[in-house]
């Protein structure tokens, strides 16, 4: 009997599962159809791999959605100033100069704007693409990636000294409506709306609308050109840079097709004027900006994907700029750039990929505006400056990233432009990226990078000062880096980096025979630094907090004498504090070295400064919907000065904001 | 450029990293699907066992039970910063993916991992078991088959498609597959695919098999015309599949509790995917005898189970 | 609960119609608990096995997968049969079991067996197994013994650094080498030789790093001399190779026939 209740109880156990499941097996059918149809809810399209900021060649700083909300960025500016190596100053037209690695230039030529990877260098006659998108609203932002060096390799034209590429939110980002709205001092105002939906037949749609309105900083500008001579000027007085602008962006997606844009129309008075004449509110500049891109990926074989894609990119300036008080001067044009591009990607092993691509576009210009007056609401035509001017341009490339060990990338990459102007121009990168410990990575690059002349460069004319020149070459430079990126411990990340640019056949304005200055390929440069970065992001209960910090020497020399009006170190110290999962603080200091003067400037050396940000976070507040900041800029209210240029130097420098506050909410539904 | 000044920043650093003290062993998040999926929740409950031996820590998380799991999962994780997430099935690991890029992300249960959006900090056990393991398997029992054939979809099955019909060529076995994008494409697909092949093979295509109705068709299309058929899951032995060799469902929980433990160890290269290492191998012989299909009888210390005809 | 609750409704359609009648004239068992395998089919074994014996003098079979609960029954019983692994049988007898081989597995003619620890073929030393996945099937316990063996007293210390994934299956296991789920693995080199047969390409990129001594297939083992009735049983399943459906029960087991001790 024992042995019975044994085997019985035995029989239990082995029964238990086996003969359960047998009599149960079209249960276990319905339980497998069921994880079936849980797996089809999830359809995933394109697959890619991401590079790792770690493992590219490149030294690259990744700016995320979350860090531009706790920074409480009011527009690009505030984003790219934390930027190791990314300096931020005002000019007198206006607009601000975007310095990279101790080299600044008026209308930042030399470095690329893309907005989801297109590039933004729209205006064809002063190139640069800064005019509309320096100061980009950030609401509808996903990321933004800083590249600094040559990337001519990939992108072609003016990817020279960095490539800063600005990710927008997408339909999937969004799903479902957002908006937000700011205001701070000097009447800024700021309002987004952002729709988004990935419908079931996998169209998805995105667009995004923003509108910014500012009285500008209104800085006193003490005296012009004519004030100090005793004659009737507006100065002293103050910068007139109020600035309105509105802008559409667009993502429209279907299968495997996708058209995507973004318009902007932005209005501007000045912060000094074109002229040494202070202006008045009278200057006023208002560009028309958009870009309309079709394109589609076609997924040839699984390793082998093709994209391609169409666009227009259109820029239109119409700007009356005040020259005398009673002297106005109207200037304007139409840019277009019309092309395509198809890039095979092919995906040779696990280790290795390689993409090579064809890129065509015509860029023209046209519907010039030129008139003169002394009533500014009555201009007479005059002599045009610019000229109606058609160019084409076509580029190959080819990329290699290849990892031969697990621990190595390399990456190789070449590409050649020819352009119906001015001929052809190689460009060459590679590097390679090698974890020589665990967590510790060691890169080195080399590249070349070109700036295609301007058309302004090419043939301005008319102009009693400066004449283009249509035989200039592109400017070139050849850049070497090498830095270590190490993660000692979870959270820390740490980055050394040097670099070596030699800029060689710079466009730039010496004396003429017809004029008194003629663009000519003239000069080089050399630029050399290290830049250093650390963050640590803390862990556990103080998830969300970090702490970080860049410091930047920098030395650039143009025959053998250091750059004018660039710092020769500059310091970033960032906190971020998270008290819970709502509210958040944020500390920065920026240190800024001062800056020496033309030689022929006899003005006293523009003196660094430190300025102090707070700013206070609460996110994901009454049912995750709401999240709402201030921010005080300049909290101890440091009065601080951006450098004037050697031919204001009667005005000393430009004084810039002193404490100023932003308070910002956003909705999600 | 003052060298001096560079040197004296570098040392700084260098003290920095020399100097920093070791990370705490952290969390496990396991991000579940959906726990009233058998699959899932027997890979996950296996998977916790493992980490329990191990006195590791997890908290998990089901998205089944949450409303707005998208924004409660971003909590989570800000609340708890796991070391590593282990999401199951595929709804577990595009949402984890979304919502926490930065972290280091495991997966297992998801059909055809192939077609994910995979980033460097990314692990994972495949759903299916190696195709060549499959297939040895497969030749094992019946060495005589040639030709197999296959529907699927191509959204969801192409790039594990493409692997089978590689590692068959190789094995000397010729794969015949034909898409579909409609369970009312079916029945088209069997009446031209069957007359053509040796054997029909069921793969875990989530189209193809969106309900009973559609494997019932499937195997009264292959009675008709006495095709046996195989399948990855034993559940399929019932409706008179011949041979089932499928993923052991624990042996995937297990595997990915052993690479949870290396990858917190920082043992494994990243991106690796491993294919589940163990198989359950069910053997219809009813379903042999009445089509008068042979096997191998060496074969048979490889089966778990063997189904005979009831008397 | 749940569960339970129909299980016992299964149970007592199944055990207490057909096997009440059976047990109230219960004959000698045989229990089988295997540590080398995972296979967990013991369903299978148990209705296959239980067909042949009943009708083969009214025996039964029954399988353990808990290695506890077999040794219960050990140490519970005087009398039965057992089929158990010789690893098994030598640490029970170090436990003062007083197990005898009766019968010991063939397969192919052979009585004994060695496990290999394989690896693919740029791993040349154990040494370079340190921090590791060694596939297995079996317990984990007798896993790591095998390993322990095959390392030697001078590697002996390597084992805290090598994780052991088990697999239901020794082919599982081998192929969790090729395919890069593991960097070795311990399996009978019968099974090497499946391997050469099913995936040859495989097989070539595989050796041998590590033998363990060679021991015994699967043996039959009782407690004491063998009562009449033990030894009709013995005699039964000595001959069950001799029957088809009998062969076929065995190569269940991975063995196909008996040789008496």
Known sequence: MIKYLYTLLVGVLVLNSSAFAAAASNDDLEKELAYLAAERQVVITASKIEEHVDKTIATTTVITQSDIQQIGARNLLDVLRLVPGIGITQTQMGWREIEVRGVKTLTSEKVQIMLNGHPLDHNLQNAGSGWVYDDLPVDTIKRVEVVRGPSSALYGANAFLAVINIITQNAKDLNGVQTSAGWGSFDTQ????????????????????????????????????????????SAPGRSQLTEGRYDLEWQLGYQDFKLDGRYINKKAGTFFGAASVLSDDRTQQDYNDYFLRLSRTWKI???????????????????????????????????????????????????????????????????????????????????????????????????????????????LGARYDRYSDFGGTFNPRMGFNWEFIKNYSLKFSYGTAYRAPAFGELSLVNNPVVSGNPMLKPEEVKTFETGIIAHPVAGLTTQATYYHSAINQIISPVSGQTTILQYANNGSLISEGVELETRYDFGGNLQGSYISANHVLQHSTQLSQQLADVPRHRTNLTANWAFDNTWSSFAHILIKGNTLRNPSDTRNNVPGYALFDVGLLGKNMFGQKVDISFNVYNLLDKRYYDPAPTSLNFIGDYQMAGRAFFGHVSLKF | ????????????????????????????????????????????????????????????????????????????????????????????????????????????AAINWRRLDIGEGTYGVANELSSAQEISLLRYFFPTIKTIGLLYNDKFSREYVETIKKEALALGINIINQPINDTQEISGALNELLPKI??????????????????????????????????????????????????????????????????????????????????????????????RFSFNQDALDSVNKIVECDK | MKRILPVFFIFSVFITGSYWSAYSNVGSIIYFYNPETNINNFATLKTAFDTYLVNHGGYYFQPFDSRENFEAVIQEKKGDIYLLSSWHLKALQQKNVPLKIALVGTSKGNTMQRKVLSTKKDIVDVTMLKNTVVAGAGSEEYIHSVLKQILGKEQEALLKDIKILLVPKDIDAIMAVGFGMASAAISAESSLDKLAMINPNQFRELHGLGFSEKDYLLVAATLKKPEQQEAELLEVLRKMSEADAGGENLKLLGIDGWRAM
């Open chain 2, 1 to 108: 450029m003052k060298i001096m000044d560079f040197c004296k920043v570098l040392i700084l650093l260098s003290v920095f990293w020399v100097s920093a003290g070791f990370a705490l062993p952290g969390k496990v998040l396991i991000v579940n699907s959906d726990n009233t999926v058998f699959r899932y929740e027997t890979i996950a409950s296996e998977f916790k066992k493992v980490l329990q031996q191990n006195a590791y820590q997890w908290t998990e998380f089901n998205l089944n039970s949450h409303a707005d799991a998208e924004a409660e999962l971003k909590q989570l994780i800000q609340q708890e910063n796991p070391v590593l997430i282990y999401c199951i099935g595929t709804k577990a690991y595009s949402l984890a993916r979304n919502v926490a890029s930065n972290k280091k992300l495991l997966f297992s």
């Open chain 2, 198 to 291: 040796d054997m029909f093979w069921i793969i875990s295509d989530p189209v193809v098999l969106s309900s009973k109705a559609s494997v019932q068709q499937i195997f009264q299309a292959a009675q008709q015309q006495k095709k046996p058929v195989y399948a990855y899951s034993e559940v399929f032995i019932e409706q008179g599949a011949v041979l089932a060799i499928s993923a052991d469902l624990a042996t995937i929980g297990r595997q990915s509790a052993s690479l949870a433990l290396m990858i917190n160890e920082d043992k494994v290269p990243e991106g690796t995917v491993q294919n589940p290492a163990g198989s359950t191998v069910t053997l219809n012989k009813c379903a042999l005898d009445a089509l």
């Open chain 1, 301 to 411: 074989q699984d390793k082998f994907t093709v994209d391609t894609q169409i666009f227009h990119d259109f820029y239109s300036a119409d700007n009356r700029w005040q020259l005398a008080p009673t002297q106005f001067f109207r200037t304007g044009f139409q840019d277009t750039r019309t092309g395509g591009e198809i890039q095979a990607n092919y995906h040779i092993s696990d280790t290795q990929t390689v993409i090579s691509g064809f890129s065509y576009a015509k860029e023209q210009q046209g519907n010039l505006i030129d008139e003169l007056g002394g009533d500014p609401e009555h201009l007479m035509p005059t002599l045009s400056s610019s000229e109606e001017r058609t160019r084409r341009r076509w580029g190959i490339y080819i990329e290699d990233v290849w990892d031969p060990l697990k621990n190595l990338r390399m990456t």
């Open chain 1, 190 to 233: 700021q309002y987004r709306a952002s729709w988004g939906k990935q419908f079931d037949n996998s169209a998805e749609a995105a667009l995004h609308f923003n509108f910014t309105d500012t009285n500008g900083i209104n800085s006193p500008i003490p005296a012009d050109s004519l004030s100090v001579q005793g004659q009737p000027s």
